[in-house]
């Protein structure tokens, strides 16, 4: 016999693999419920499932099977609270997952907007996009069950907590935690933060006093009761709270030691940790930071006021969170402080025996021998869920551990799931479907004797929870996989839920509440199969997926997406209009002065679809033209899925033009108008990512002189669009590979001789850490300087030594200093030197409307030769001078410019313009500035 059940629902497949679909898709979770004690579940567990190769090869086979079923002998749970992705105990997670088996989630305040990036050129929301990422692959190291954010956005290094409270809207994110800690219903709470100003960090301070008051709250019906009323949640009763940030030689309450060894990982858990920690990449480099491992910390009471006396005085705990908490199955009624019954008493008391029987009979050479018994266990537990129908916290954590036992019961049984787009990738080889699309998917279940009979039963989804095949039976053949099912591809929201529309605002917007708070949206089309094992019904719902070629590093598996037949957008992403060159402070200009000059833009269209004809225009600004011989509407004929068009527009504003304005691209097809695109975020081991943007373009005019006729030669480090705002003042970038690197010495400079040579060459961001062929070739690059070039160094980090790298010995710590606040005082400490002068004159008002901060990674000290030019400094800090130095080397100049322009150039910050025109502008190479050099 068949047992069809599903957890709590006590009714027959298909219709309940319907509903279950319906709850993957985020959509009519209640209408598949008896009780709203049911629903909080839909929103746990819900940590992004490994996809084909994303899987670890430790959860794989029969070690992920025995993973499985070690996490089936405890109700243990933690929610572990942090304010960045990488700020975790990754250590502690590791352990409490892997080692102890607890069910583990992970609460970020934010996604990491404001950091630095190692990796590439993106930034704000685009690195967001890229460590939410990084850290879901992170947290499959750690073993982590839910992975959660609220919507505040990281602004930036905060100082203080009150600046973050000021940033924040302190209530918005304290609603946020509470609505996670009512969605996950923890036993335990456990902040990475101690909530004071040894947290150093704003944001550290901030969570560490938040989590908290979250917990209290979320057990207060009165506190946020929208979320009680209107979502459907229940008031949750964390049991122990628990903070770090603890030193080794303060009264602690528990010591988590992850130094350990783990047979079945074959490390520590710290170590193994730390694997995972260093894929951080566009934080850590690819370092990976192996010490530590011993994580101290102390039970705060519900006014967050520690209760430790001494170690484990205050809770009798020293070794676990859970000490003293009876984490049995049989013991959860009591644990919740709910009525049982004999029924429920015997049958989890069964549960309880079965586990530990199917632990006692696994072998590693044939996980199979474990299946009965887990069967019977899934059996048991949902009998046991049926059995207490007045005890909604027990049947929510039953119902967590039913979908526990079908991972195991599948585990054991060597059964995978798939479904993948028939003929491979659709649009340019990418994993990408467009709405109206009809799309043949296949399902593969192996091996082939994991479910009863010839066929399973199986049908697809979309994410808003629409049945675009339903539920029947479909043969399979020999190897596992079925038929294709065909459907038809709907209209859905392709942008993540979350998004801003500018980078000032410190919180995001959400558009579709049904994924709140998770990575990102669920998938646009997903497969469910009803598979029996053993006498049960397991209900196994997967994404739809399509293997895309990366060679030569093999095929990457990604869900397949459902985007807008075209993609429309403009580049560069602000236009700047140069006006009144020798004007003073960085306002817009005024009325009157020469007419500005032309400035051409691109609009990139991309077809998710294919054949089609398209045409893209752009709506202009009152009184701009186009250019008199080039096109204001271009149309092209797209043949392939995935084709790209580039067309480029010469746009002009009216004679004396300024002030502020916005272009739009306007694409359309089919009848119908496209005015929104995506940039592509690729990099290697994580999933894709797609930054949305409306197809507008910013224009601005600012004060500045032109670099008509200068050349530049940029060396480019992580990445940066310092180059495209030199371009926009009218100067040719030409990007130095190691070859052109090689090629440049003393006669490069030009005016020395080279026809081509360049008036300044620039180190971009962070290009000593990524560039071995240019430390290798730094010596030519002072050679270039001496021979009466500019050498221009943006900010770097300490790879970077100035003792060695620069003309003149200087300093850059570790540890450098930078300063977070963008209205930070500047003060001009050489107003009068030729870089302050011209050809724009520099003033404190060009330091206005700065994003984020004001620099990063300042020398702390220098030679006398260098002359430092502006000093600034957040609350509190020691005035800093090492943020822009200059230095006559031989016939030319050096200069270190750890302004934070390549922030400031994106958005169209005049200041920024200014400066970068002032520093690139040919000048008498040695001739002495109006006030001197030192």
């Known amino acids: 016999m068949i047992d069809r059940r599903q957890p709590g629902l006590g009714v027959a497949l298909p219709a309940a693999a319907v509903a279950v679909v319906a709850t993957l898709a985020g959509a009519a979770a209640a209408a598949a419920q008896s009780d709203r004690a049911r629903r909080a579940p839909d929103r746990v567990l819900a940590f992004p499932a490994p996809v084909g190769e994303e899987r670890l090869d430790v959860d794989r086979g029969a070690m992920g099977a025995w993973y499985r079923i070690r996490k089936l002998a405890t109700t243990a749970s933690l929610l572990h609270i942090t304010a960045h992705p990488d700020d975790e105990h990754a250590g502690m997670l590791t352990l409490a997952s892997r080692g102890w088996g607890a069910r583990t989630a992970l609460l970020s305040l934010n996604r990491g907007e404001a950091g630095a990036n190692a990796i590439g050129p993106e930034l704000f929301d685009a690195l967001g996009l890229i460590r939410t990422r990084e850290l879901v692959l992170s947290g499959r190291y750690y073993g982590l069950d839910d992975l959660y954010f609220t919507t505040a956005v990281d602004y930036g290094y905060s100082k203080s907590v009150d600046e973050a409270f000021r940033s924040w809207d302190r209530e918005a994110v304290l609603e946020d935690m509470v609505r996670v800690i009512r969605l996950n219903r923890p036993l335990v709470v456990v902040s990475r933060f101690h909530g004071s100003a040894r947290d150093g960090h ?31 949640l229940r008031p949750w009763r964390v049991l122990r709270t628990f903070r770090g940030g603890v030193r080794v030689d303060e009264p602690y309450d528990v010591e988590v030691n992850a130094t350990g060894m783990s047979p079945w990982l074959g490390d520590t858990y710290q170590r193994w940790a730390s694997r995972g920690l260093g894929l951080q990449r566009s934080q850590t480099a690819g370092r990976v930071r192996t010490g530590g491992g011993r994580y101290f910390y102390e039970h705060v009471d519900g006014t967050g006021t520690g209760t430790g006396g001494g170690t484990g005085t205050a809770t009798g705990i020293a070794g676990s969170f859970f000490a003293g908490l009876d984490s049995t199955l049989r013991g959860l009624p009591a644990l919740l402080s709910e009525a049982s019954s004999p029924e429920a008493d015997s049958l989890l008391a069964e549960l309880d025996r079965l586990i530990g029987a199917a632990a006692e009979a ?49 585990a054991a049984s060597g059964t995978t799931v798939s479904a ?88 995001y917007q959400v558009s579709d509440s049904a994924d709140l708070h998770l990575p990102w ?35 990457v598996t990604r869900r397949v997406e459902a985007l807008p037949v075209l993609s429309v957008s403009l580049a560069p992403g602000v236009g700047i209009v140069p006006v009144d060159g020798a004007g003073e402070g960085g306002g817009g200009g005024s009325a009157g002065g020469p007419p ?45 899925p995935g084709e790209i068009v580039d067309a480029a527009f010469v746009i002009a504003p009216p004679a004396s033009w ?41 224009v601005r005019s600012v004060p500045v002189a032109d670099l008509e006729g200068v050349r530049v030669g940029y060396v480019m480090g992580v990445g940066d669009e310092v180059p495209a705002g030199i371009e926009a003042l009218g100067a040719t970038v030409e990007l130095l590979d190691e070859a052109a690197l090689g090629e440049v010495d003393a006669g490069a400079a030009a005016g020395s001789g080279e026809e081509a040579g360049f008036h300044a060459i620039v180190v971009g961001t962070r290009a000593y850490a990524v560039r071995e062929d240019l430390v290798e070739h730094n010596w030519r690059l002072l050679d270039y ?94 005035p800093q001078e090492g943020v822009w130095l200059t230095a006559p080397v031989g016939e030319g100049r050096y200069t270190y410019l750890a302004l934070a322009l390549h922030r400031q150039l994106p958005y169209g910050v005049p200041g920024a313009y200014r400066i970068l025109s002032n520093v690139l502008t040919p000048r008498g190479a040695s001739a002495p500035a109006p006030d001197g050099d030192r």
Not at 845 to 851: E, L, N, P, S, T
Request: no cysteine; charged share 25%.
């Open 202 to 232: 704003g944001h550290h301070h901030a969570a560490g006093l938040l989590t908290p008051e979250a917990v209290a709250a979320a057990a207060d019906p009165t506190r946020f009761p929208r979320q009680i009323s209107g979502e459907g």
């Open 362 to 410: 696994f072998d590693f050479r044939d996980p199979g021998r474990a299946v009965d018994d887990l069967a019977r266990g899934l059996g048991w537990v949902r009998a046991a869920i049926t059995a207490l129908p007045d005890a909604p916290e027990t049947r929510f954590h039953l119902s967590l551990k039913e979908r526990q036992f079908e991972e195991a019961v599948l």
């Open 420 to 507: 993948e787009l028939a003929g491979g990738p659709a649009a340019g080889g990418e994993a990408v479907l467009a709405p109206g699309q009809t799309a043949a998917i296949h399902l593969r279940v192996e091996p082939a004797a994991s479910a009863d009979g010839e066929g399973v039963t199986a049908w697809i989804a979309s994410r808003g929870g629409e049945i675009l095949a339903p539920p029947r039976r479909i043969a399979r053949r020999p190897d596992g996989s079925t038929e294709g099912i065909e459907v038809r591809v709907p209209t859905a929201p392709a942008a993540p839920y979350f998004g801003r529309g500018d980078v000032s605002e410190n919180h």
């Open 521 to 555: 949206r669920r998938p646009a089309l997903a497969a469910g199969v009803e598979l029996a094992i053993a006498g049960h019904a397991i209900v196994r719902t997967v994404p739809v997926t399509a293997s895309v070629a990366r060679l030569p590093y093999g095929s």
């Open 596 to 640: 500005a000059a032309p400035m051409e833009i691109r609009a990139r269209v991309v077809a998710n679809a294919a054949p089609l004809s398209a045409t893209v225009r752009l709506e202009l600004p009152e009184r701009w033209t186009t250019v008199p011989g080039t096109p204001d509407i271009v149309e092209h004929d797209f043949r392939t």
């Open 658 to 698: 300024r002030g502020e304005a916005e272009v739009t691209a306007v694409a359309r097809a089919r009848g119908e108008d496209y005015r929104r695109g995506y940039r592509t975020i690729e990099h290697r081991d994580l999933p894709l990512a797609r930054l949305w943007r409306p197809a507008r373009m910013p």
């Open 785 to 878: 300087a001496r021979g009466g070039g500019h050498l221009i160094v943006l900010y770097q980090t300490q790879e970077y030594v100035p003792s060695e790298m620069a003309p003149y010995p200087a300093s850059l710590p570790r540890g450098a200093e930078e300063v977070s606040e963008e209205d930070a005082p500047v003060r001009l400490l050489r107003p009068g030197h030729a870089l302050m002068t011209a050809p724009n004159r520099l003033s404190e008002a060009d330091f206005d409307g700065w994003i984020e901060q004001r620099g990063s990674k300042f020398f702390s000290e220098w030679d006398p030769a260098y002359t430092p030019l502006v000093e600034t400094h957040d609350a509190g800090q020691v």
